[in-house]
């Protein structure tokens, strides 16, 4: 149970795209399509803003997009706004109802 | 609309017990499965438990295993996640959450402190 890998922060301009990755094994990531990503507001519930590795729950923005490729998920936020700017995690099912999160990525918007 | 509400946090000592409850509305709670992560101060996410809708699977992540049980009485709509033997790195903000498409509901979150 170790946790997905991912960057500890990237940062874009508004407007522009940015990608987070999500680094697993072939026994989470790799290997089932229940990859999910939450953004986390300070003092708020984390939100689901994509699941099942490319769907988007009604309410979030289609700026946010998800993908997977072997053994790494993504998560694209296209025209980058400063409301972003906050924590991102991927979460993966690991088989045997066991879940494992990703270490979180920190969104700077310039 | 659904909504989660954990309780039950609270300042315990090293060794110590405490029970954790969520109580959940808003949705038939009896046909979902539900999750407990928790998150250490300056730390990320980490999954601790899953309870299936009928409350007969369950499952621990390794750092809580054999001291932590989850438990839950569909009939008052709630969750509950006893813990036992706390140690100081138990510390953390704990949140019970609706897994359906993802954990697609969270609630706000209630604080454990462990004290050595």
């Known amino acids: 149970q170790s946790a997905l890998t991912q960057p500890a922060s990237v940062s874009g301009s508004p407007g522009q795209s940015l990608t987070i990755s999500c680094t697993g094994t072939s026994s989470d990531v790799g290997g089932y399509n229940y990859v999910s990503w939450y953004q986390l507001h300070p003092g708020k519930a984390p939100k689901l803003m994509i699941y099942d590795v490319n769907q988007r729950p009604s309410g979030v923005s289609d700026r946010f997009s998800g993908s997977k490729s072997g053994n790494t998920a993504s998560l694209t936020i296209s025209g980058l706004q400063a409301e972003d700017e906050v924590d991102y995690y991927c979460c993966s099912y690991a088989g045997s109802n066991t879940f494992v999160f990703g270490s979180g990525t920190k969104v700077t918007v310039l | 609309e659904v909504q989660l509400v954990e309780s039950g946090g609270g300042l315990v000592q090293s060794g110590g017990s405490l029970r954790l409850s969520c109580t959940a509305s808003g949705f038939t709670f009896s046909n979902y499965g539900m999750v407990w992560v928790r998150q250490a101060p300056g730390k990320g996410l980490e999954w601790v438990s899953f309870?299936?809708?009928?409350?007969?699977?369950?499952n621990f992540a390794d750092s809580v295993k054999g001291r932590f049980t989850i438990s839950r009485d569909n009939s008052k709509n709630t969750m509950s996640l006893q813990m036992n033997s706390l140690r100081v790195e138990d510390t953390a903000v704990y949140y019970c959450?609706?897994?359906?498409?993802?954990?697609?509901?969270w609630g706000l979150g209630t604080l454990v402190t462990v004290s050595s």
């Open positions: 959450a609706k897994n359906y498409n993802g954990l697609s509901s």
């Open positions: 309870i299936s809708a009928g409350g007969g699977t369950s």
